[in-house]
């Protein structure tokens, strides 16, 4: 005679690995989910039936209740996996189902390191010289004064200290003339060809105790601007051509007075300054303006507003025809680290780069461009970080991520956006693979259609640009109805 739990079909509990589901498994539902990472191409469910003789299949294999499935292998988008539960008596079966979301590939940050050889650190100075990205001294806490070089982000060698016992702390560096130019906590001035020997240039800078000066090289010259000394915000502008003799290009640019840390930059054969602010930390005061220059006297005015939060202590670099902005610092409204991202191609007109992984919040980064990357390394995000996180663009890509599911009847939406063409001109969108229900706005990139039954459908959506330019997503678009 058959038991009463030899007729239960039901599953005790389902758990994946080496990712968790989304929420608690429900006996009563018949569904769970989970969202794995861009990079994770299988997984394995270990289903457990409340009755010990019910037989399981997983994706149409047997498995042991309570034992590990095979390996189930995930593409990019909704992945649906069956698991059916039929009672020990034959009697019942009943089937679950796991909608395991793995992310299109799209422009996206690599961890290159968990950790460096050098004590975690931010307001470091940062170069790229030689073909090899450099590191110099920082808050650790307390500032120190070593030198640090790598080609690949992994392996580091250490070079001299620069000599002097003040530590190097958000200072003026320059690659000029083949050589690293790098000030010190107290002002002194130093050049080295190699990392291994360094040179005083000047002990006394005539920009001396412009703490938060921005500094950038461009047409062929060392430029410092801005910065704060004796309590009072400057905005004037210096330049030099061999680190000894220095000109006043400008006493008060039409910027405010202001400091700008990592937010002055070269971009489009101009000079930018790129918001900044005043670092006390309450009242709080940050811009969000833009300028820009051909020769540093006369600036002109880009935007009054960007769309990125006003901060500071945040980092610009210019990669793939666009200007960066990159993590940063406010104590007002609230008190929060940044790991946004937001680009431009004119300063005028911006977007944030949203991608599926990211650095955790920080402040004052080493930030890079090297080997065709941009590089994030160490910064303060409360404790203070030594990682190392890459993110590489190679032209025209998608930044989007597909909506891969909908109801019958309900209007589909997808918002497709491509970026980075070499051009940085307009991109047109058009489907090339779809059901006849799909549209597609040819210049937003917006995919819309409502579905009037069920089912799975193929979509190719192809962006392109008047140079010929092209980049393509495609994915399997699903559709339920409702109460499924």
Known sequence: MSKETDKDAALQSLTIEPFELIHAFWEHRPASATKVSPETESLRITATAKSDGANILIDGEAVPSGQPSQEIPLSPGLNLVNVEVTSADGSDTKEYVLRAYRPFETVDWKLVSESSPWSPRDSAGELVFNDRMWIFGGYTPGLVSDVWHTADGIDWEQAADIPSASGVNIPICFVQNGLMWMTSQDGQFFSSADGQSWQLVLSEVPWQG???AGSVTFDGRMWVLGGVKGGAPHSEVWSSEDGAEWNLETEAAEWSGRQLFGMAQVHDEKL????GGITN????????????????????????????PRRVWSNTVSYANRLWIIGGFHAEPDWRNHNDVWYSSDGAEWHQLVTETIWSERHEISVYVHDNRVWVIGGNAWPLQNDVWSLEINGLSFVTQPIVDEFTGAEYTYRARAD??????????????????LSINEETGTVSGTASESGEWQISIEATDDAG???RQSYQLHVAPIGA
């Open 210 to 212: 412009r703490y938060g």
């Open 272 to 275: 930018w300054v790129i918001g």
């Open 281 to 308: 930390y309450h009242p709080f005061r940050a811009y969000t303006d833009v300028w820009n220059s051909e020769d540093g006297r006369t600036w002109n005015k880009v935007t009054d507003r960007a769309p990125w």
């Open 420 to 437: 980075f063409n070499q051009s940085c001109a307009g991109i047109r969108y058009r489907l090339i693979d779809s059901p006849g229900w």
């Open 469 to 471: 330019e092209v980049a």
